[in-house]
């Protein structure tokens, strides 16, 4: 994609929906980090799922280091790697405790430096709470900035390289959101949505998917003429003869 293009791209994305936002439900920065970290391989939906009650028994890092893995372990059973993610948890909330006065740091080494808190996870934070203009690379963004020709890259580090370099300041904010959700909804993985795509003419995948009936709008039905509207059936003419006559019909 040229200047014009990526321009353009996002000015289709952005018309709509201009306001583009996480779908990680959070309260406070420490909710939003801790959710963000728990959405590591795993749906937002699986994540908004299991943060109410966790965040009702534990809302600020000394509330959530004392609950420890194993108090924090049966709120997030339903989350891929829980195991894995309640030890994380706990161990983040006391180094944020021990090294952050219990605050989320606006910093992106102190950020990655935190137990199961990885580079993506620093963007989003940086991002969403400090108003950095990073692009956090996860699933959607990799494949549809791979698959559109926006920033192509052979991992994670190489599509955020890319984007940094191509995408216009302007729309560098939101431009995170914009792509996870455009290939959360639109660009899918197995089946994109071509036929439906606001940005298809400016997309360079070479296998997009064709459009079936169902997906092209259903032209509207010719007006009915006027002479055929006006056109009595037999059983209307009987009516209408019934009426003239003043016998009235039945019901
Ligand atoms: S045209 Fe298809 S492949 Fe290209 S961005 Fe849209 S949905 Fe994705």
Known sequence: MNVAQIDEFFARLAARNPDPKTELRYSSPFTLLAAV????????????????????????????ADLGPAGILPYIKTIGLYRTKAKNLAALSQMLVDRHGGEVPADRDA???????????????LNTLFGHPTI????HVFRVSNRTGLAP???VMAVEAALDEVVPDK????????????????????LPKCPICPVAELCAFKDKTPPTPASVTPRAKPAVKSRQRDKQTPSSQRRAAKVRSGKRGRG
């Open 37 to 64: 970290m728990l959405s590591a391989q795993a749906t937002d939906t699986s994540v908004n799922k299991a943060t109410p009650a966790l965040f009702k028994a534990a809302n600020t890092p000394a509330k959530m």
């Open 111 to 125: 950020l990655q430096e935190l137990p199961g808190a990885g580079r993506k996870t620093a963007n989003v934070v």
């Open 136 to 139: 956090a690379v996860d699933t």
């Open 153 to 155: 890259g052979k991992d």
């Open 171 to 190: 729309w560098k904010m939101g431009a995170h959101h914009w792509l996870i959700l455009h290939g959360r909804y639109t660009c899918v993985a197995r």
